[in-house]
């Protein structure tokens, strides 16, 4: 029997994580994750999580402890934001690389300074090359449903690799919206218990990071990529699972929202993918052959969806992100993806960045400007630019 | 006893940022504004109000804050919307079907009545009547003196009164979506025993007392 729960992302997300049933998490509070944590000492509290919460000094400290206590064959959790994530690089890396599939929520919060605890995807965008499997939600039933998968896909054999759930700094961490929550048996039914190909026993010792050579680490960083790629095939297949047994369904590595006979594609992630589908819903009613495309995962990269996207449609992208020097991420990447495979068009939108609102008004200005020709080929910043 | 029904069906809007964009709005959808002082509790009337409106079979509930550099007696607002369907919106409300002011006060800083809808509504923690406001002949004003219910009942936080949940049991007089019962039975899950009690004693005068100006 499925119930519903109306609660905040963060708080959400804690559910999600405990119904998962890890037996470590180590974490360190920072706005606007904090409420997160706090979610998890009351199932602590309540004797609902069972396993051992581990009170650390910092963020590098909290993904440190995930790593030793992942490395003995168990279930971690963990969460940060921002500046939190920054503190943990080294280990991100580390965890990654160590092939353990440690899972964590990142609430997206811009890097200071100037400081500021809004909504900017900077934090996470940042970490991209780490190895971490990276998710972009847009509802709290989207962060709850993609907790529970993100166990279910770091820890399967063929990827065994960390996964990164984003969402929005208070657009979602702190939005109360109702979210259908199954029964623990039913999680546990989909989600079984860890089962590591090797662990660090007192009984069984063996070495762990040694020492390796050339030849042998180029052959670990091809792995990495191999599982990568292996994940981009589960993602969408565990979703199926997910929606024959409890009929919620969020996309695989995108979301496809009217599509069909679509001239255009609006690309966009997190609250701002969620909010294009109202923009999408007027300018459609409006005539305009307009379709979303909103980006559920970035690593792996969508590339062979998004190829397929461009062979019947220009594409228009929202980055709530600024590699600086250069351009959006994902607008970026998406042109990679794209070179010497299709002739589409590709416009690209700065919108969002420092927690700024970014309505259904304003992307369905973007898209106007985009369709109408009126935007240059270079990128935009939206409100910022004339175009 | 006069009913007042929200009347938001076909009305087109045009954003408040963005005046070029003409948007029908679903007739389903109410956008509502709470504004308060830090510490008043108007995040957790959003979030008792969406709590109710869910268990009144409205599928598509949400309750947010504004966050700021919000700090106690600090002016603040508090977001909630309710509709059949499920919402995608993630936008602040710039346009509220209702704005419901938890202290009086506020209305000298804060232009409250900023983007309220034309045949919006207005409900006002306040001793004055409707007609004492004098924008009380553009928009559906309601009053009801939350202050002086929470007091009675001795809703109090550090001898404080709190009007936060005394001044949901109004909303059903004002919007046909959301019932005094699921409002009483979400006050009941949220506190237990005496205050529990008191808090919807509460709801109930401020249902009964709300004043409006028809």
Redesign the interface.
Known sequence: MTSVMIDTGNYIAAKAAVMACPDVVAAYPITPQTTLVEGIAKYLHTGEFKGEYICVESEHSAMAACIGASATGIRTFTGTSSHGLLLMHEMLHWAALARLPVIMCNINRVVGPGWNIWADENDSISQRDTGWIQFYCSSNQEIFDTVIQAFKLGEHEQVSLPVMISYNAFILSHTSMPVFVPEQKEVDDFLPKRKAKWKLEVENPITFGNIILPNEYEKVRKEMQDAQNNAKELIPTIAKDWKKRFNRFHGGLLEYYKCDDAEYVLLSMGAIGAESKVAIDNLQKNGYKVGLARVRVIRPFPTEEIIKLSKKADLIVIDRNISVGNEGVLFNEIKGALFGMSDAKVYGFIAGLGGKDVTFGDIEIMCKKAIKGKAKDHQIWYGLEEV | MILLFIQNSYMQHF?S??R??I??TSRKLVEIVFHGRGGQGAVTA??LL??AA?SDGN???????F?GAERRGAPVRAFARISEEE??????I?EPDIVIVLDESIMDIVDVLKGLKKNGKILINTRKKPKDFDFSNKFDVSTVDATGIALKHEILVGGIPVVNTPILGSIPRLLDRVTLKSIQKTVKEKWKGDLSQKNVKATQDAYDQVEVNI
């Not at chain 2, 919402?87 to 602040?92: A, G, N």
């Open positions: 954003h940022q963005n070029e964009c948007v029908v959003a979030n969406v709590a869910l599928k598509g509930v949400q309750a947010f804050p966050f919402i995608h919106l993630r936008s602040e710039y």
